[in-house]
């Protein structure tokens, strides 16, 4: 499915520019066309489900509202192929997701799936400004995660040199990225700042390097977590979201023109709803995103509850692109901390340690019971060179951070200063909350 690359601006200008009503009406009849395979598939759990669904009583994504949700333990229940519309011998790619809690999810892609995945992707890439003439280093982990090949064929797709590097051997990485001339990178944000301080401390200056755009995703970054990398690495971050229920990476995409990244609608319908009630928000509330993707063959989903928290934005935005745009992941319906009875989201501390001058962008949230039986939250986070070389400003610097902390947060952190590279660097997804309180707590 070669397709030449659109001036170097679209990947697809057809589909990534369509009008809004054409595009309404294309998502509401491929939903409609993705019910009546759903219900004609023999699968008990569609019988059930949508016993009650016509079709043809579908007429504009408004209507999707009236549809049951679909939820990850929907796919654990099915463990692992149960929900495949394809029969074995068309499937032709299985990946997974890590599965920290419980038994993994399980995705199942035939041929046609792959190159539907690799071209919403490449709009992606393309946004960035990747053409033929790249040399792209995909240091994503490549394995039962969508991320490594995900990238690795959408990148293959618009005619870059793909480096497959994977995730790890951060110094080999550094090197290849210099001697391979890499103009392109893709990897989790946590993962782009460990490889920009390795090139710093083997004293390599990435801003002289032809390396000019990060394809970062798969884990939630800052504003100002973005400026930090761009910064260190001398590069422009283009933002990718997706996750392996929807196909994976290549769900929605920066465009680098405006906030927030772009969803590639003619493919994925996107909805925003209230986590609790379930019933849909007004755009620009934050709420629950929840998409459907009816043109995948193997496994297709109608209005899958992701747990990621966004705003949609629905303003034209100068790109161009038509569709709507997601704004960051703001949070995780299930990674919210209540924290003696005060919400806490990670995001929230990360902006704010971005914002004290003499730390680094490495830091922990560790939370633990005190001995009055209070929820305990302890930041550590990494003081600056140096900070850590003067020691008469620590007290200054621990100060500083609990006031931001307390104004952020309405809420008093223990704040730990650690040396310099003292907290465990990421080479995929960071683990940023450690949570130590004891059961009854919880
Ligand atoms: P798992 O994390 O369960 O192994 P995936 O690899 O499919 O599964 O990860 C999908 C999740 O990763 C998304 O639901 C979202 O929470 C997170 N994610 C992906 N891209 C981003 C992003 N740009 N910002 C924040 N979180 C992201
Ligand atoms: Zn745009």
Redesign the pocket.
């Known amino acids: 499915m070669v397709r030449p690359v659109d001036t170097g601006t679209f990947w697809d200008r057809a589909a990534e520019t369509m009008p809004r009503e054409d595009l309404v009406q294309l998502q509401t009849s491929r939903i409609r066309a993705c019910l009546q395979r759903l219900k004609s598939s023999g699968i008990h759990y569609y019988d059930r489900r949508l016993s009650d669904v016509e079709p043809e009583q579908l007429n504009s994504t408004d209507d999707l509202r009236r549809l049951p949700f679909m939820t990850k333990d929907d796919l654990r229940e099915h463990y692992p192929f149960g929900l495949f519309l394809a029969p074995q011998e068309r499937i032709v790619r299985i990946h997974a997701?890590?599965?920290?809690t419980g038994k993994?999810?399980v995705v199942g892609y035939t041929r046609a799936d792959l190159e539907l995945w690799a071209d919403t992707l490449a709009r992606g890439l393309v946004a960035g400004g990747v053409s033929e003439k790249d040399t792209f280093q995909n240091a994503y982990g490549h394995g039962l995660?969508?991320?490594g090949l995900g990238f690795h064929d959408a990148a293959s797709l618009v005619g870059a040199a793909v480096v497959p590097t994977s995730a790890g051997h951060t110094a080999r990485q550094v090197m290849l990225m210099r001697d391979f001339g890499t103009t392109a990178l893709g990897c989790t944000p946590s993962y782009a700042l460990h490889v920009a301080e390795v090139a710093a401390a083997e004293g390599l200056d990435l801003h002289s390097l032809p390396i000019r755009a990060a394809f970062?995703?798969?884990?939630?970054?800052t504003e100002r977590m973005e400026q930090e990398i761009e910064d260190r690495m001398g590069v422009a971050v283009y933002?990718?979201?997706?996750?392996?229920?929807i196909i994976?990476?290549g769900v929605a995409s920066a465009c680098g023109k405006s906030e927030g990244?772009h969803v590639w609608e003619d493919r994925f319908v996107p909805e925003v709803v209230d986590p609790e009630s379930g019933e849909r928000l007004p755009d620009g509330e934050v709420g629950e995103l929840v998409l459907s993707a009816p043109t995948k063959e193997a496994f297709p989903v109608i209005r899958y509850r992701?747990?990621?928290l966004v705003r949609l934005i629905r303003e034209p935005c100068p790109c161009g692109r038509t569709s709507a745009r997601i704004s960051?992941?703001l949070g995780?319906t299930d990674d919210m901390l209540i924290v003696r009875g005060v919400n806490v989201f990670p995001s929230q501390i990360e902006h704010a340690l971005l914002g004290v001058e003499g730390l680094e962008p490495h830091y922990q949230i560790v939370l633990g019971t005190r001995a009055d039986r209070q929820d305990e939250l302890r930041v550590r986070v990494e003081m600056s060179q140096r900070v850590a070389a003067a020691s008469n400003l620590r007290a200054d610097l621990e100060a500083r951070v609990v006031e931001t902390l307390r104004n952020v947060l309405d809420l008093t952190a223990a704040v730990e200063l650690t040396s310099p590279n003292t907290i465990p660097r990421s080479e995929g997804?960071a683990i940023r909350v450690l949570d130590q309180r004891t059961r009854q707590e919880r």
Request: net charge neutral; hydrophobic share 20%.
């Open positions: 997701s890590s599965g920290s993994p999810t995660f969508t991320g970062l995703g798969a884990e939630p970054m933002e990718q979201y997706g996750l392996s229920e994976g990476p990244m992701t747990r990621d960051k992941i995780r997804k």
